[in-house]
């Protein structure tokens, strides 16, 4: 299940996303995990440069910790801003929390993102975003996230907004406890209203 709002006018420009993946194979939970992200985007008008601040709430009960709560601010650049194409770059710094894992500390982070849209045809769209949080207080281990999204949406009836989308999404950890996976991979078909 996913749910996504956008606002922009000339000078704000909001996202938000909400997605529930959840998994089952032979009658056990493979897969039950929450991504929820709020950005908020100051637009400078006649310009490419925007500020940004980033919150994001993660659920996951197939990894170390249950909870984390990020928050990241920073800028960004529009490198192209086209109707069919466009691409934004955004840099800045925050931390993070995790909640029920061995690490609760709050963990200072950078943030590197990359974001692509693309139109190839009329009434299709691909998405493609990555974002790499490297830690800052143990730079010398390189430890690291990394955020990793791709969608694309083909419109099946414009008029009423029905369209039908599938994408990935994947999450890397660098490093995670012994029971962890490094990699949290999802993919998903849907019809979207």
């Keep these: ?102 690490n609760e500390n709050i963990t200072p982070e950078a943030l590197l993102g990359a974001e692509f849209m693309w139109k190839p045809f009329a009434g299709q769209t691909l998405t493609a975003s990555h974002y790499f949080y490297p830690e800052l207080e143990r730079f010398d281990e390189f430890r690291n996230r990394n955020l990793t999204k791709v969608e694309y949406t083909i419109d099946i009836d414009r008029d009423y907004g029905l369209s039908f989308k599938g994408g990935a999404i994947n999450e890397y950890e660098s490093q995670t406890d012994d029971d962890s996976f490094h990699n949290d991979f999802d993919y998903y078909a849907a019809i979207v209203y």
């Design 1 to 102: 299940a996913q749910l996504d709002a956008a606002y922009e006018d000339e000078t704000d420009r909001w996202l938000f996303t909400a997605s529930w993946f959840y998994g089952t194979e032979d009658g056990d939970t493979t897969d039950n995990a929450i991504l929820v992200s709020l950005r908020k985007d100051w637009l400078i008008p006649d310009s490419r440069w925007f500020f940004f601040a980033l919150g994001t709430y993660e659920y996951d009960d197939f990894e170390a910790y249950q909870h984390r709560i990020t928050g990241n601010a920073g800028v960004g650049y529009e490198f192209i801003k086209e109707d069919n194409i466009a691409l934004r770059g955004l840099a800045g710094v925050g931390a993070q929390r995790e909640f029920g894992s061995d």
